[in-house]
Structures are given as C-alpha cells and as structure tokens.
C-alpha cells in the first residue's frame, strides 16, 4: 500500500504504468531508429562508426545527467524534475525529425540523452519513497516487466515505420509518444516526497553527500555489479544492426528476431523475482540469477565455438541471459538506494551514471571491436559478467549492516 497522501490519489496499477512508460524513454531513444541506420548513413553520407556514435552521444550525456537528475529530484521534488525533462525530450527530439546534418543529429541526439534518463532514475526513488519491504521488490519487479516490453516493442515499430516513411518517421514517433507521456503525467503523477523530507540545494551540501556515496564500499560494489551485468546484455542492444543484417542475414523489418527473445527473458525474469519477495532471502534470488546467466554465457561461448550465428540458438542465449539478469537486477538496486535512505534520489543518479557510462563505452568501444565475430562477442559477455559476479560475492561476504535485513 502506498503510504503518502499524495501517492493514494493514483492506483498502484496506473503508478507503476506510468514509472515503467517513463523507463522506456530510454530504450525507445535507442532502439526504435536502429532499424533505420543504414538509410541515415545514406543520408548523411555517415559510416558505420559514425552511426554508433549517435547512440554514444546519446548515453554520454545520459550519464553525465544522471549526476544530477537524482539530486535535484531530492531538493525540488520528484514530479516537477520529471515533467521538466519530458517537456525538453519532446524538443530534442523534435530536432533530431528535422536535422538537415550529421552533426545536428548529434546534438540533439545529446539532448535527448539529458533529458531521457530522468524518469528512470527519479522513479527508482519514488518506489522506494512508496513502498518498503517485499512491496518494494515486487514493485520494481512489476515496473521491469512492463519496461520490458520497450526494447521488444521499439525496433518493430522502427522497423514498419522506416520501410514505410523513413527514418525521420521514427523520431516523430518519438515526439508523440514523449508528448503523451507529459500529457499523462501532468494529469496523473504524484508527488511522492514531502516537503519536509527534501534536502537544500547547497552546492557544499551536494558536494558531501555524491563524496560519502562514491566513497561507500557497499555501494560501488552493487553499482559496479548492476552495471557490469546490464552491460553484457547491452552488447547485443548496441550492435543490433551487425546482429540482424550480418550474423543472421535479415532486414530492417525482422529486428524482432532479436529484441523479442531478449525481452521475454527480461519479462520472466522480473516476474520469478516478484515471485521470490518475501519467499526467499535477496542472497538466495541473486545466486538463482547469476546461475541462469552463466549458464546462458557458457551456452554461448560453446555454441558459437563451433558453429554460425543462427536461429534460434544464437537469440535463444540472449533469452536465456536476460532472465537471469532480471531476477537479480531489482534486488540489486534496492540495496543499493537502501544504503542512503535520506539520498535515494542521489544513489540512483550515481547508478544510472556508471552503468549509462559503462554502455556508452561499450557502444563506442568495445562493440566496434568485436561485433564481427559473434564468439568474440560471447567471450566479452562472459567477462563483463565474471566482474559483475565478483562484485555482487564481494558485498554478500561483508558483515551486514544493523539496518539491513
């Protein structure tokens, strides 16, 4: 049940709708215009490496918003930062349907990135704000499955909308799903923090408290982990358009091939850890999914080993990757924003840093590198997740804190 005044004016069915179509900006700002990447570079007369850093642009300043989306939602409130970054998302990508040149598409790739990752962060801290306990994680659960669904759901649309209209038909969809979504929440959001429980904005003030986050030990390691794990996933998302149209010989239209299996891992798996709350310790759900992605890699690395990219084996191993790490991501980050309940906002803005900084990176370069070979791909996967595991082992063996359970 939700405990503020203000939240209780909203159902949970239509707040958790709301927070997981706030989620999906992200993904829809990356995956929707994949589709689409070799008509852009015909456009602009842009390369490959070119087009990948139009979803480098996107995450670096994604990521270095992500500093700050979390801080100003704790002093100013969690609703007015989101309807704020919504409103300039509709401009931004407003701009991206109508640049007439390369590097205008940049730029308000760019801006889009600023604006898009304030309603992920913001509404991983108005879960916790809502909700405690197993309610938390069965929340988070259910906002995972219906974000979900973006990444699946994205690339097809891209994919009808580019063989139909072209590419610059993908960002106004863009645009009308952005402008709904203000439309929605001005209507509907609540405010989930109260007043008396927000913190000044003081520059010093801010300064102390992102230094006791990045020195906390705990929360480097479930950061470092959740990044680590998502980012092995990612690889797949960043090269999509190598996976679709090289390893498995498909077209814009079949992307679906892809997205769909690794999606439905995400959904199953948000939807066992949402089974697992209150039934089983958070150690106990996190072993499960780091078993079903070492499973999944070594599954991968064995298949590719001696064999082509094909379906369904190849997508399959995605499917299976997925799931796992989906049953462990919600209980990841819940201990991870329970480590500083008085800067929730904060904690999920240094999170969404590091992992939109790990992507970025993997989109710009370590994709590049490998998505030749789907092995190398697999290899890489298997690494990031070793240093994902590492961590997670790290914090399960520290003593535990008097306030944890």
């Given at each position: 049940?939700?405990?503020s005044?203000?939240?209780q004016?909203?159902?949970?069915?239509?707040f958790?709708i709301?927070?997981a179509?706030?989620?999906m900006l992200?993904p829809?700002?990356?995956d929707?215009?994949?589709p689409s990447?070799?008509?852009i570079?015909?456009t602009?007369?842009?390369?490959?490496?070119?087009l990948?850093?139009?979803?480098?642009?996107?995450?670096a300043?994604?990521?270095?918003?992500?500093?700050f989306?979390g801080a100003l939602?704790?002093?100013?409130?969690?609703?007015p930062?989101?309807?704020a970054?919504?409103?300039?998302?509709?401009?931004?990508?407003?701009?991206c349907?109508?640049?007439a040149?390369?590097?205008?598409l940049?730029?308000?790739r760019?801006l889009?990135?600023?604006?898009?990752?304030?309603?992920?962060?913001?509404?991983?801290?108005?879960?916790?704000d809502?909700?405690?306990?197993?309610d938390?994680?069965?929340?988070?659960?259910t906002?995972?499955?219906?974000?979900?669904?973006?990444p699946?759901?994205?690339p097809?649309?891209g994919?009808?909308?580019?063989?139909?209209f072209?590419?610059r038909?993908?960002f106004?969809?863009?645009v009308?799903?952005?402008?709904i979504l203000?439309?929605?929440?001005?209507r509907?959001?609540?405010?989930?923090l109260?007043?008396?429980?927000?913190q000044?904005?003081?520059?010093?003030?801010?300064?102390?408290?992102?230094?006791?986050?990045?020195?906390?030990?705990?929360?480097?390691?479930?950061?470092s982990a959740?990044?680590?794990?998502?980012?092995?996933?990612?690889?797949?998302?960043?090269?999509?358009?190598?996976?679709i149209y090289?390893?498995?010989?498909?077209?814009?239209t079949q992307f679906?091939?892809?997205f769909?299996p690794?999606?439905?891992?995400?959904?199953?798996?948000?939807f066992?850890s949402?089974?697992?709350a209150?039934?089983?310790?958070?150690?106990?759900?996190l072993?499960?999914?780091?078993?079903?992605?070492?499973?999944a890699?070594a599954?991968?690395?064995?298949?590719?080993?001696?064999?082509?990219?094909a379906?369904?084996?190849?997508?399959?191993?995605?499917m299976l990757?997925?799931?796992?790490?989906?049953?462990?991501?919600p209980t990841l980050?819940?201990?991870?924003?329970?480590?500083?309940p008085?800067?929730?906002?904060m904690?999920a803005?240094?999170?969404?840093f590091?992992h939109?900084?790990?992507?970025?990176?993997?989109a710009?370069?370590?994709?590049?590198?490998?998505?030749?070979?789907?092995?190398?791909v697999?290899f890489?996967?298997?690494?990031l997740l070793?240093c994902?595991a590492v961590?997670?082992i790290?914090?399960?063996r520290?003593?535990?804190?008097?306030?944890?359970?």
């Open positions: 049940m939700l405990p005044k203000s939240v004016t909203v159902s949970v069915p239509v958790a709301l927070l179509a706030l989620a992200g829809f700002s990356i929707t215009y994949m990447f070799p008509e570079g015909h602009f007369g842009a390369s490959t490496l070119e990948q850093f139009t979803i480098s642009a996107f995450l300043t994604f990521a270095i918003m992500a500093l989306h939602a704790d002093s100013f409130g969690r609703r930062v989101i309807l970054n919504l409103a300039l998302f509709v401009v931004a990508s407003a701009g349907a109508l640049a040149a390369f590097h205008q940049l730029w308000f760019a889009q990135g600023m604006a898009g990752g304030a309603g992920l962060i913001v509404g991983r801290a108005m879960i916790r809502s909700f405690a306990g197993d938390a994680q069965r929340m988070m659960s906002v995972t499955m219906i974000f979900g669904l973006a699946a759901i994205a097809i649309v994919g009808w909308l580019q063989a139909a072209g590419w038909s993908v106004l969809f863009l009308a799903y952005s402008a203000l439309a929605a929440c001005c509907a959001l609540p405010e989930t109260p007043r008396d429980e927000r000044p904005f003081v520059a010093l003030s801010l300064l102390a408290n992102y230094c006791k986050l990045l020195g906390n030990l705990r929360f480097g390691l479930l950061s959740i990044a680590f794990n998502f980012t092995a996933f990612f690889l797949y998302i960043a090269a999509a358009p190598v996976v090289q390893w498995l010989g498909l077209n814009e679906a091939w892809l769909i690794g999606i439905s891992g995400i959904v199953i798996g948000a066992i949402g089974r697992m209150g039934r089983f310790a958070q150690s106990q759900t072993r499960l999914g780091y078993a079903v992605m070492f499973v890699v599954c991968n690395v064995a298949y590719h080993a001696v064999a082509t990219p379906l369904p084996w190849t997508v399959l191993c995605v990757y997925a799931m796992g790490m989906a049953i462990a991501m980050t819940l201990l991870a924003l329970d480590l500083f008085h800067n929730r906002g904690a803005s240094l999170q969404a590091q939109s900084m790990f992507t970025a990176i993997a710009v370069a370590i994709v590049p590198c490998v998505a030749d070979s789907a092995l190398e697999a890489t996967a298997t690494a070793i994902g961590c997670t790290r914090f399960l520290m003593p535990k804190l008097p306030e944890q359970s």
